[in-house]
């Protein structure tokens, strides 16, 4: 479910104003306007679109922007936390090393005074998103798609993967992916992340099948690991879209060093997850897309490194997701937009495709 925006757009809009006042050059006195929310994407971070008129040495001029803005931390936020400046300096990071397209990022506040919440500025793309609600397998410009351009789509979402992948992050600029306070290595990192993650979400109950996907993860542990950057969040659906190329590449607060297979399992199983709930009612869906010997292949054409340990990262995509699923279906509860189910263990929403991976029927 999307993350509802309460703002009173007037009252935001005015805020937005007096901050932009104290960015740009004096005299410029910038007004915003047209705040929307957009649809069909989003369920974590608050993001608003708005327009920024200046005065600009004399003449008018208009811009469009993207605010992204941490949630209120009182009105069941996905995450225990939300760091903003990691976002911003992966987006920085990516511009500088890459040439994956992100968005420009002119500004970032971290003081909580001018709009109530820390939030960054970025300029605004033009381009198309899959949906998440609905999901794009349910219909929609994917769905409608040739089976060339859904190809297309495909190899380009995975180059930039491997686009990613190639970025040096021993340099001082990517320090801040490190997170030593969860282990030493990365995948001790993630995994221990994951379980700090858990014991917030849970509010003390206990979930046998994400406990059983622990045990799983740390009985199958891979080595020797290539280490990367990993986006997090990889997936179509957080790329903007033209023609099929992507044009902006979205959503950092998921953002770490680990294996490319983090990404890579990642992309796989969401969609894996949108095309289950497709059958699920009924619908064809896309089951040509992401499937895992394609993923391997086109990685390793367009990377030069074989994509390893798919599967492990597959258990630990879905886990990751069950985390995100308690915590999102909690909150629709809340909402009143869901029942509480008989079985907490339902509360995970692909508990069925996590079960046949546990029990290894998933890759069978």
Known sequence: MPLPSKRDHAEFGRRLSGWLATQLPPGAAPVVSDLSVPEGTGMSSETLLFTATWSDDGAERAERYVARVRPEMTDFPVFPEYDLQLQHRCLQLVAAHSDVPVPETPWIELDEAPLGAPFFVMRRVEGVVPTDLPPYVFGGWVLEASAPERERMQRNAIEVLAKLHAID????????????????????????????????????????????????????????????????????????????????????????IGAPAVDLSWMMFLHRFFQNMAERYGMPGLPDMFRREDVARQYEELSGHPAADLEYYEVFAALRFAIISVRTSARAIAYGDMEQPADREDLVMHRDLLDAMLDGSYWS
Request: proline fraction near 5%.
């Open 169 to 256: 992050i021993t340099g001082a600029d990517a320090v801040f992916l490190d997170r030593p306070a969860f282990g030493a290595t990365p995948l001790d990192q993630h995994l221990n992340y994951q379980r700090w993650y858990y014991d917030w979400a849970r509010e003390g109950v206990h979930y046998d099948i994400i406990e059983r996907s622990f045990a799983w993860l740390e009985a199958h542990r891979p080595s020797d690991e290539r280490t990367v950057l990993n986006w997090g969040d990889a997936r179509i659906g957080n790329i903007m879209w033209h023609d099929f190329v992507p044009v902006a590449v979205l959503d950092w607060e998921m953002a770490a």
